[in-house]
């Protein structure tokens, strides 16, 4: 298994609070992603970073920002926290295998916004 | 924008039986990457398959294999021998050639009958 942690595992928190979830890897993969997943819409892409400092939108970015200071490190920020983002969230890593840049995924985030 | 489709949101199948999960999308390029991954109940996104669009052979993994048509933009999954472990979630995706994102279809969850 990819050495991919998240944490913390599961959150509950209240509308209007900042929120922070850390993805941690020990792959040295150049790639990392945040995702989130809810019900009848698999998985969907916030963010993502090809390299330290180096981050992109994805599809669903509004309300979320992220940081990278370190290839192992990758932070999803909610800066004030709303029901809606109220998710599963996973984190990703990938870098260049034998034919494409597959992705492994940690094993998420339980995100509940009272 | 690409799209990936899974019309199939339930299926089920009886034990050492043989089952396949369809899935289409749509894309205006040649050359990408196709995937299907499982998620038990655990939550654990798990890589079961992968398909290179420039390979015409469809890609095996033990009872794990996959009808790739390209022209026809369909990528279904076939299960051989099914086992109870095998009941889970299993989710359809896209990736373009550079390798940035993952567009998932919205899942089949697959129950398998003793």
């Known amino acids: 298994d990819a050495g991919i942690t998240q944490s913390p595992r599961h959150k509950v928190t209240e509308t209007g609070t900042p929120v922070t979830l850390r993805c941690h890897q020990t792959?040295?993969?150049?790639?990392m992603y945040w995702y989130r997943q809810d019900p009848g819409h698999g998985l969907r892409l916030i963010h993502y970073?090809?390299?330290?400092?180096?981050?992109d939108k994805g599809e669903v970015s509004d309300g979320y920002s992220v940081s990278r200071s370190k290839t192992e490190d990758f932070l999803l920020t909610l800066e004030s926290a709303t029901s809606s983002q109220t998710s599963v969230y996973f984190c990703?890593?990938?870098?260049?295998?034998?034919?494409?840049?597959?992705?492994?995924f940690g094993p998420g985030t339980r995100l509940t916004v009272t | 924008a690409q799209t990936v489709t899974q019309s199939q949101p339930e299926m089920s199948v009886q034990e050492a039986e043989t089952v396949t999960l369809s899935c289409t999308y749509d894309t205006s390029e040649s050359d990408y990457y196709l995937f299907w991954y499982k998620q038990p109940p655990s939550r654990q996104m798990i890589l079961v398959i992968r398909q290179e669009a420039y390979k015409q052979q469809n890609a095996t993994e033990n009872r794990f294999s996959v009808n790739f048509q390209k022209a026809a933009k369909s990528f279904s999954l076939k299960i051989s021998d099914s086992q109870l472990g095998d009941a889970a979630m299993y989710f359809c995706?896209?990736?373009?050639?550079?390798?940035?994102?993952?567009?998932f279809g919205g899942g089949t969850r697959l129950m398998v009958k003793p």
């Open positions: 990703a890593i990938s870098d260049l295998g034998t034919f494409s840049y597959e992705q492994y």
């Open positions: 970073s090809y390299g330290v400092k180096d981050t």
């Open positions: 792959e040295n993969h150049r790639y």
């Open positions: 995706a896209y990736q373009d050639n550079a390798g940035n994102m993952l567009t």
